[in-house]
């Protein structure tokens, strides 16, 4: 930075090392584009062999899988990094270990990096969750589409791609651990019989679940949740396979409305009791 | 770092270098598997035996089981990883005990682990949960399936199993360490006489705690909680069993509702008191 | 660490050593158990013989013995701790000190630690709570079951047993260090004398005042709390002896309800006045 | 910490030793008691004289008296906590001046103390609040009872005591440093004329300002708030004496009330439009 | 510290200098009433003389003489403080410069204290406030009236005096800085003609800014700003003299709704359309 | 600080010097009135001469002169600060170089500071801002007045002038950067045909884009953006100059709410749907 | 600063420096000025010849040309600061690797920006936005205007532009990386037969799904969502193109609506039910 008069730069020369680094640099991408694409298919081929093998869920081969082709890109993308510095005269450990200000504030930049590698490691070592999951984590729901080193991807049920960085996944709930359960509230008329309206919720449930197969246990009609301000509100709650929660509440509550009105049962509207009172009557309260 | 020039490798050294490790790597996994499911077995052998002798509850000795079993694993793991660092000629204790950047970072990351660790230990030694109880932390809510050193699972009621780092257990609600409260609001007409539902309520009450064994306490009626905008709100509360809450709550629920009905006694619908105005009056508001 | 080499290990001696490990430890366990048990008779019958003598209250005392407890249980399992790491050779002293990774680790582990019986010995010298006071803290309230000086307890009202560390009492709520407050509010009609109902609500409450003991001052009827969308809201307000407070607001509320009611004095549902507008003006709109 | 080895222990010697500490314990303990009490009275007493000759407001008096005493028991405490320190051979400042894990430990948790006292000795320096003032402090509202070197201590209106560590006061409202305003909304119809209003409303708060000796300056209709969905809001504003603001609240509310139904001016119940419409024609919405 | 062997102390010198301790301490407390009193004036005077000669607005000036107060009264609690630590025998110098956990702890409290004068020292330099100004800071609202080195003091409209630690004001909004905006929204019915109503406001708004001083541009009646569920509501701004807003507003609003009833155009009351249906059709829904 | 003995003070000298030092310190204060206003003169100019030749937008010319006064401000009162630091004899690089506990806090003081002026120079670097923009910025909306080193301030709509602190501002929205929408959703009845409503609502909105030059592109009806609970909600968007886009939105509204009533489409008010119940059959639900 | 005694100043001097210093500033201006114009038109030849010949879309394409020209333009800028300082004889390295207060201070500045960089940095290598993608990002949507080394910025759907730190870029929603869903929820009579209803929806969705190209996925009638208060709600959901959603929906709503409406099935308006009470009842309220 001392000799940045500009007289004294001799142009010729610069352009040629230009010319020069250009070359290399080019070399070194299409370089770095053929291993890349080598690796990824030597990867692929690997999880499919041991994917025959051993006796490795397909969520969990998908999820090393696409961790390992991560891995490689960042090793790749860190290799051609250095390299491109060694171009430049640069060396990256004299970076690595530089002190002063410049060092200070990689480090501090490093730090959320090695926070995201380190959260990362131990989703992953606790099996905490697999591509193909539907996981919630802070206000992010979807299915997982891929778990890398520093990022997760999780896909929205609305199609949109969240990408999550792994220090923000602090506590987080896997809805692919099993059984789901589904669970329905109904409400029924102050004027109807309690008993005579579980009695038919129940033998709808039953016919359900001699039908649905996605239902493992129940449903039930487990007796009165509240006495709401209009209606007396009846829960029923059924376990089911995974997934299959939405769709088995969707039939229940189809086939429980249609059950009632069968059996002239009420689900009744908001009520309201109204006092009349003359407008005489109000010409007091002013 | 210094030698990255491309053409210098000695490309068929590398390759049988790279043979040698995988099939030490090879060795290393199977070796790795079989120890784990052996300790494992030993572990689940041994607690077996602690459980018929000692006075140890169910529920403290699945969650110590649960305990020994992940401890183990993570010494497994750790072992694990630190013979094919060797393998690849790398010193864990130097990585450890590195300076620079390096091990600052490794550092940062590192204070997260021993947050989770040290929260985990302590939970463990005050005994705040274990293996089946019904807890809340933060919003999460459920049985507790796993304590780990690191990570807490928790499943929730709906089926999703939540995993959470020990760290963010603050505070800490156990809902399966004593009898519980059940606790019914049932409003009456501000016509009704307040004395004769109270009678009714109790009596209702009395009769249901001489079926319901899950029934420790009461349930008595308290007296007028609230006067509502349309109705007297009397509050009925009982001590249960543990877990034994809600279904009591649902039993009373049902048996209330029906005794006021018998009775005669009104569950108001929400009242107004209409006055009717001419819309010639209305005409002067403009 | 530099060992690990797998076919180096000798087998026998191992089994051997791990064998006399095992012994010992269960040597330990069983002292440990016994010294437990023994000096928790000897805090307990120390705290009765005190008790007897000296004046300090039954809340004290049992916050004193809890604690004493509590400090004891947790130096008895520090010297357990110590005593199993000299077993397998590893000095507690050389850990604490411990410079490098591991030493910062601990140190970042042990901060909240510190944090917790810090705050803990403050609340303790001050005296702001004792076992048996009602409190409130951040989002927890209930009955103090136990204070230690790692975590304090508080038992809900609901049966919730909540386990708080002590860094998270910042401000604190004690519901049991004197007189309670008892508030009613009761609203009128608009068309109702205010000075009448006051004359009726006063005279109730003074028949109240006499009977009930656990009032201390009051109830008095201080005014017209709120000008309200339907009604004339009245507050009275007493001062009843602690914990007293629920049930004397609960027998105010039930006694001034029949009192208003008694004397004629309307307790007023939401009104609305109606405007109709004939169907043929709202086509104006459109 | 190294001869932990069990069977090295003298018996003997260590229940003599034993035996002499709590002899010099107790005789710290009764020492500590005996110069409390004489402290405690020694502070009082100096305070009447104090108080009785300089110009000190009371609530100021008894500020600097409650810290005092305050501060006196924290100077105890610690000659005490050192006293018991040598006891067991334990040299206080060896422990503030070590450094290591446990130095740092107690450095983070003397951070908080620090805090709280630079806090609260700057409340005191500018005489932010005293014994007796009404203070809102983050969510906690009340009359200060006591400010001490670590913690101030606030009783809500409805009884509770607040402990509240001093870092804990950021912002400070003190509701005791002048005349309050009284503040007071009164709707009436669209149909009554503003101006007729207005008078009647000036004229009764006329008559409240002459008979009520707390209002310092108004009661003034201040005009037309706001033009709510059914009623014309007016705005009455009066200065008053310091804690008075309620009552005279109150008092206004209750007269302006009677004043407006004395004169025929209507304060409106919530008001809605109804245009009736054929079930005919609403067969054609679906 | 390590003579507190309570055996040794010569009782007769420690009374006799704790006598001349006290002489010394009340011979300074009263040196330093003087000067704060003194000091005082000579600030007030100097200031009343610079305010007439030089251009000052009032509000600068009295920001500079109270700041000047608090400043020096800053200087002689200092001065105060370091005499009082001398006549004990402990020097100033050394604690401020003492390593250590005292020094760290002393480090930290000053931090907060530091942090308070650097932002005061800012807001003072850009002038954001001045003592007598409306402002409002975070939660806070009120008019400024005093500005400290290290707290600012605002009263609330209310009467409460709210301390605000200068560091706690982050961004700050001063109300007093030039004109202010009166803002009025108005509903007219659907059935009226808008163009009609708007001719109206306008004249009404016209005649008033003939009329109000205060009222610097406008009041303009801008357009439809919502289409309502039951109106069309109309918005009318103005640009007012500082403060004169509100009063500009409530004036606004009675004239624009005299205005309106005076050329029979509607401001509506909530609508609704009521569609009847026959109680047989009702048990449909059952 | 060592000669504070108040005896030893040789207070003639000490009059003298504060004379002299007055004297001093008055010169000083001219000096810098002068620079000062003369400084801003030239500053002025220099940027009116600047913004004749060259190609800078008159906001851009705004930003960079206030920005140009602001530090000069800065720059003079620094040096103002460093002269007056010397009469005392006070060198302000030693208390910048100053280590201790007084270094310290300068350093966490600056901490913000610097902050400060790091962030406000990327904001002007990146031309995020200009003078005259309308901004939002955390919950702070206005146009921009004046940005300077340290602080930014933004004049709401209402007039109030908000200071923020650079370092408050994390992200920015800046409403004047091109093209703005215009927005106005509006409800017709479910019995009215849609693509008639279309069509009447999409003429409107032609004739309008004619006539206003302020509008870019549309007005569009796009669709059926919600079915209401009681209206089918079209939305119709418009592309507008900047800052205009409020205007064109009270245009539309009038505009279409107009045509709409030309052709008999109805603008509907809150639907419900009634159903009367005897009161006998609500005795039943007592 | 230690010869700021203003008469030693040698005016002459320093007028001749000042105006050398101009002339010099002048010159490397309009040096930044040329080789910041030309630099870019190389840039955007550049990326115009690789998007010809290489598979890059076009979105990559000009994410990585905007960030090309933004990584030039502040390598320009910090060449000419580093100049303009060497003219003031200021070392740009001297500064930067300066210990102190103004290094600590430089150091804290840097880390915002360092993390500005290492996010930006990631988020480019992850791809995880591409210039014109409609991304989430904290409260902050719109299509994505430039991606810059420090600073990313968002147009918002209403054309306000915010400038986002990329440190405050912690998680982020890309809505442009594949199909995305159309969801309508419509509502039904409780009288209306659900099966009718359901075909009657079926049948529109499937005549649309063959007009629209838009659409990838269905749209399908799933089911019941919920049993509303008045309605009983169906889900319709369709898979669409990338932002064509929001048309798909608005087609949707329209045609479902138009096919009940002529199906007679009926979309319900709110209902209730209505209890007449005579004012003869309430009074036994009073």
């Known amino acids: 930075m001392e000799n940045l008069n500009l007289s004294q730069i001799n142009w010729e020369a610069l ?166 359960r589904a669970l329905v509230d109904i409400g029924i008329s102050y004027d109807d019989n309690i008993d005579e309206a579980i009695t038919v919720l129940q033998e709808t449930c039953d016919k359900i679940a001699e039908v649905n197969q996605a239902i493992v246990e129940g449903p039930n009609v487990i007796g009165v949740q509240t006495l709401g301000s209009s209606d007396v509100v009846l829960r029923i709650i059924a376990k089911t396979e995974n997934m299959e929660q939405w769709a088995v509440e969707r039939q229940l509550r189809k086939a429980l409305k249609e059950a009632l009105e069968a059996n002239g049962i009420e689900i009744p509207f908001p009520h309201q009791v109204l006092i009349q009172k003359q407008a005489g009557s109000e010409s007091a309260a002013g």
Chains 1, 2, 3, 4, 5, 6, 7 share one sequence.
């Open 15 to 180: 352009l040629i090392d230009a010319g020069l680094i250009l070359l290399k640099l080019a070399a070194i991408y299409f370089a770095f584009l053929i291993v890349k694409s080598a690796g990824n298919k030597i990867i692929h081929k690997s999880f499919e062999g041991i994917g025959r093998k051993e006796r490795i869920s397909p969520g969990r081969s998908k999820t090393l899988q696409s961790l390992a082709k991560n891995i490689f890109s960042y090793v790749l993308i860190f290799i051609f990094a250095v390299t491109i510095l060694q171009i430049f005269g640069i060396k990256a450990t004299a970076i690595l270990a530089g002190a002063g200000v410049i060092g200070l504030a990689v480090g501090f930049g490093a730090q959320g990096l090695v926070s995201d590698v380190v959260t990362g490691f131990f989703i992953l070592l606790e099996r905490q969750i697999d591509v193909g999951d539907y996981v919630t984590t802070g206000s992010y729901s979807g299915i997982v589409e891929q778990i890398g080193l520093k990022t997760t991807q999780i896909r929205g049920f609305d199609g949109t791609l969240h990408y999550i960085p792994n220090r923000e996944i602090t506590s987080l709930s896997n809805h692919s651990r099993g059984n789901m």
